[in-house]
Nanobody, 123 residues
């Protein structure tokens, strides 16, 4: 049974930090590129960051470049998103996604997805 479970969301302060975690089971984690997507109210889903299965190459949407960091721990079957210098526009539901190669479009019909975790950035 495939499980993809996000944690660590909630309320963050502008300029503050949050760390999202995604713990997985039930599929070959080491062979999957891992992603964080987000969807804000009344906005399209967008890729936030991805990390390849080999080499750990990362990619970020321009709006989070230099503020967010994606990492993975294959032994723990986990992927993380360290979010620093939070801005109100980072408010969204964040989704963890696994697929055999890096993707940049939000399609819930392919790969493995978590249920999503809300992040609100507000003072």
């Amino acid at each position: 049974q495939v499980q993809v479970e996000e944690s660590g969301g909630g309320l963050g302060q502008p300029g503050g930090s949050l760390r999202l975690s995604c713990i997985t089971s039930g599929f070959g984690f080491r062979n999957q590129a891992m992603h964080w997507f987000r969807q804000a109210p009344e906005k399209e889903c967008e890729l936030v960051a991805s990390i390849t299965s080999v080499g750990g190459h990362t990619r970020y949407v321009e709006s989070v470049q230099g503020r967010f960091n994606i990492s993975r721990d294959n032994a723990k079957r986990a992927v993380y998103l360290q979010m620093n210098d939070l801005k109100p526009e980072d408010t969204a539901t964040y989704f963890c996604h696994a697929f055999q190669y890096p993707r940049d479009t939000c399609n819930f019909n392919v790969g493995y997805w978590g249920q999503g975790i809300p992040v609100t950035v507000s003072s």
